[in-house]
């Protein structure tokens, strides 16, 4: 089987999105330079233990058995693509966004369950990308709604062996009625990991904690289904 690839987005955090309303677009803040960046490892996990674990809500519990909506989304590859035509097996993980190294993250991020680690989470996939292609794993997305040209410098610095999806203008968010939560005038996925079984969705993981466990996370569950 041939394992292909796709990547990631940014966003800020007010207000609980609920899909099916109108969603003005408020000024978007500018975010804050950060002093002596160069000092920084900026895809090194955080403490875990100091940040706010996301709880099951149910937000997701309506998913599992649905058909992945016809939607065509942009990829960091520079291509389209329309997962509810993929045959066998996919995964995608969704995630809020992805911060930029000397930019700071928005005002009280790490406060908000499961908003912090995207970075770490991208990277997991990508050093388990040959253990996913083992597991039978076809395609592998990431997926979020920063913009396609904000994503591809993302996948570029940390050399993704897979696309990342933009879902900008929130159709698949809102197909799908995604969680989601607000910061900085985005809206921001909340984070979860979709197994996709020709084009139908198989299995989620909700809520996804600790993200640099992700991919460990669906490997696990990939090799059980095999016993």
């Avoid at 292609?133 to 997305?141: R, T």
């Avoid at 040209?149 to 009625?177: C, G, K, M, V």
């Avoid at 909340?190 to 993981?205: A, D, S």
Wanted: proline share 11%; net charge negative; with cysteine.
């Amino acid at each position: 089987m041939h394992l292909t690839a796709f990547s990631v987005n940014r966003h800020p955090i007010s207000e609980v999105f609920k899909p099916g309303g109108t969603h003005p677009s408020p000024l978007v803040q500018l975010p804050k330079p950060v002093e002596n960046p160069s000092t920084i490892d900026w895809g090194a996990a955080p403490d875990w233990s100091t940040i706010p674990a996301p709880t099951d809500d149910g937000a997701t519990s309506h998913l599992p058995g649905l058909n992945w909506p016809p939607v065509s989304l942009e990829g960091t590859d520079g291509q389209l693509h329309d997962l509810s035509t993929l045959k066998g097996l996919t995964v995608v993980y969704a995630y809020p966004r992805t911060g930029q190294p000397g930019v700071e993250n928005p005002d009280g991020w790490d406060l908000i369950p499961g908003a912090r680690g995207c970075t770490p989470q991208s990277c997991s996939f990508r050093d388990h990308f040959a253990d996913l292609k083992s597991l039978g794993v076809d395609h592998l997305f990431g997926l979020s709604t920063q913009t396609a040209d904000y994503q591809r410098e993302a996948a570029e610095r940390l050399h993704l062996p897979f696309p990342i999806l933009s879902d900008e203008q929130l159709i698949l968010t809102q197909s799908l009625n995604l969680p989601t939560f607000e910061a900085r005038g985005m809206t921001l996925l909340k984070r979860c990991t979709f197994i996709l079984l020709n084009g139908k969705i198989h299995h989620i993981f909700y809520p996804v904690f600790p993200p640099d466990q992700s991919a460990s996370d669906v490997t696990r569950w990939l090799r059980a289904q095999k016993q």
